[in-house]
T-cell receptor, first 116, second 119 residues
Framework: AQKITQTQPGMFVQEKEAVTLDCTYDTSDQSYGLFWYKQPSSGEMIFLIYQGSYDEQNATEGRYSLNFQKARKSANLVISASQLGDSAMYFCAMRDIYNQGGKLIFGQGTELSVKP | DGGITQSPKYLFRKEGQNVTLSCEQNLNHDAMYWYRQDPGQGLRLIYYSQIVNDFQKGDIAEGYSVSREKKESFPLTVTSAQKNPTAFYLC??????????????????FGAGSRLTVL
């Protein structure tokens, strides 16, 4: 069975500093995708970044990068130059991408607070 | 602009009543999903549909029902059999052509959510 683990319920970071949010996963699938979503207090889920299990390079999207270590089954999100607007819940998620309709499963989330 | 519309944003229900949450998308996506989120927790999958007139149970389908009569629409009914329905409900969709080399097909786009409270 697939499982996502986020061990940091809450994190604090100073504005303009970098922060790493941890995510480990467990799956027997060979082809899978790893995702990070941001959920502000409004509730909407905002897609941030995607990493395919066969991608050799770590994904980057602007200030977001994904530190993918396949052997360790970790997919940590790195946010550089934190901004006050980054304060939100962050969810790591995974789905089987070999089969159409693979379910997207989520971790418990990490609440990030950016201090001015 | 393309997106997913959920309604209503807030809904109150008396015990014993069925309620239906609406989800409409104009993204031309094949797959649609319903998730439930409880306070301080991650999302749990209720139902999903890969194609019109077909849907599958997720991890917590008991007490819920869905239909997929049109590609654009995937309504969720919370029945009186759902013992603890107070939660935040999120609808999502994806292109779902699948495949490890087409990352865009695998991303789920979410609606703004519907918050259901049982009185």
């Amino acid at each position: 069975a697939q499982k996502i683990t986020q061990t940091q319920p809450g994190m604090f970071v100073q504005e303009k500093e970098a922060v790493t949010l941890d995510c480990t996963y467990d799956t027997s699938d060979q082809s899978y995708g790893l995702f990070w979503y941001k959920q502000p207090s409004s509730g909407e889920m905002i897609f941030l970044i995607y990493q395919g299990s066969y991608d050799e390079q770590n994904a980057t999207e602007g200030r977001y990068s994904l530190n993918f270590q396949k052997a360790r089954k970790s997919a940590n999100l790195v946010i550089s130059a934190s901004q006050l607007g980054d304060s939100a819940m962050y969810f790591c998620a995974m789905r089987d991408i070999y089969n159409q309709g693979g379910k997207l499963i989520f971790g418990q989330g990490t609440e990030l607070s950016v201090k001015p | 602009d393309g997106g997913i519309t959920q309604s209503p944003k807030y809904l109150f229900r008396k015990e014993g009543q069925n309620v239906t949450l609406s989800c409409e998308q104009n993204l031309n996506h094949d797959a649609m999903y319903w998730y439930r989120q409880d306070p301080g927790q991650g999302l749990r999958l209720i139902y999903y549909s890969q194609i019109v007139n077909d849907f599958q149970k997720g991890d917590i389908a008991e007490g819920y029902s869905v239909s997929r009569e049109k590609k654009e629409s995937f309504p969720l009914t919370v029945t009186s059999a759902q013992k603890n329905p107070t939660a935040f409900y999120l609808c999502a969709s994806s292109i779902d052509h699948g495949g490890p080399t087409y990352s865009g097909a695998n991303v789920l786009t979410f609606g703004a959510g519907s918050r259901l409270t049982v009185l």
